[in-house]
């Protein structure tokens, strides 16, 4: 089969379709034939130098796919040959075939026009399973609450802002262009706020009446980490996912007292098979009757062959794209 390989650790023109060894499926693991994947910051990073895979993960980038299922591994019920499924990866989606363990497949979901097409699909699985963990499983947004989301037109903030309001809650984005902000609009964002001209912390308690933002999603990290305790309402909870904004930042824990506020910070890719699996499981009993009723979809801003890897990677790093760059086999 062929991969992309990474030939040393640098910029997108490292990136090399290679022919590897096939993989083959171990203990509760299935092979699937890969029709798409997707491309995520992680990979950028992994493509850099900076995000190793996990222990026993595959060495090609790549955090999701969707496709058939070629081959079963020992002990694996309730798949068979041939079913459509995406997949939630540790590492290797961007390759023609994959090894997944089972517990992180999910089947293609149904819409109100048919099943999805596994390219549209590829763009689900990493962002919905970490929007769900993070903003539902961890921080509890409930109906009636307001989330904050940092980099709404972002992949993940296309999802985030869609399964916040089908739960009943109201939505605040940032983002870096009028284009940008529009989509997240039309996506159904409530408050939207131009990150280069506006102070969000402002705007968000002046949309709230004062109050702030129960839950924020932040991609950015320390160089947020202020801005976002003031924007944050009484017992409102941060969940850090990224690190664009650096590592390092000052917290004003008297500040974050007074509000009885919670900051966290979490990581999909590292979790063990089983935590994943428990996430793929929440995400099928959840998400997927939404994308059924057509009250969410995948926002796939374009797609690029996947032998063309490095075109998508610099798409990424522009920074131009609304929601998920495809990568199609």
């Not at 933002?213 to 991609?219: F, G, P, S, Y």
């Not at 979490?266 to 997927?288: D, F, Q, Y």
Request: proline share 7%; hydrophobic share 45%.
């Amino acid at each position: 089969m062929h991969a992309i390989t990474i030939t040393e650790p640098g910029g997108p023109d490292v990136l090399a379709w290679t022919e590897v060894d096939d993989p083959v499926p171990g203990e509760g693991e299935v092979l699937v034939e890969v029709a798409a994947g997707a491309v995520n910051r992680a990979d950028v990073l992994q493509r850099q130098g900076f995000y190793d895979p996990p222990p026993g993960a595959s060495p090609y980038p790549g955090l999701e796919c969707a496709g058939r299922i070629a081959a079963l591994g020992p002990g694996v019920g309730g798949w068979k040959t041939g079913d459509g499924v995406c997949a939630l990866l540790a590492g290797g989606g961007y390759a023609e075939k994959v090894a997944v363990p089972h517990g992180q497949l999910l089947p293609l979901p149904d819409t109100p026009d048919g099943p999805l097409d596994p390219v549209t699909a590829a763009a689900l699985p990493e962002v919905v399973c970490t929007v769900w963990s993070n903003v539902f499983m961890h921080a509890g947004l409930r109906p009636g609450e307001t989330l904050l989301v940092h980099g709404g037109a972002s992949g993940i903030g296309t999802m985030a802002i869609q399964l916040a309001k089908a739960v009943g809650a109201r939505v605040a984005v940032t983002a870096g262009s009028r284009r940008k902000l529009e989509r997240c609009a039309e996506l159904g964002a409530d408050v939207l706020i131009d990150y280069r001209e506006q102070d969000f912390a402002e705007e968000v308690r002046a949309a709230t009446g004062g109050r702030g933002a129960d839950v924020i999603l932040d991609i950015i990290g320390a160089k947020y980490l202020e801005r976002n305790v003031k924007a944050l309402a009484r017992g409102g909870r941060i969940v850090v996912i990224g690190l664009q904004g650096g590592v390092r930042g000052e917290l004003n824990l008297g500040a974050l007292l007074a509000k009885c506020g919670t900051v966290s910070a979490t990581s999909l890719r590292g979790r063990p098979p089983e935590e994943k699996a428990e996430i793929v499981a929440a995400v099928r009993e959840h998400v997927w009757p939404l994308i059924a009723a057509g009250r969410v979809r995948p926002v796939v801003d374009r797609t690029v062959p996947m032998s063309n890897a490095s075109r998508a990677h610099r798409v990424l790093e522009e920074s131009d794209h609304v929601g998920k760059v495809v990568l199609t086999v």
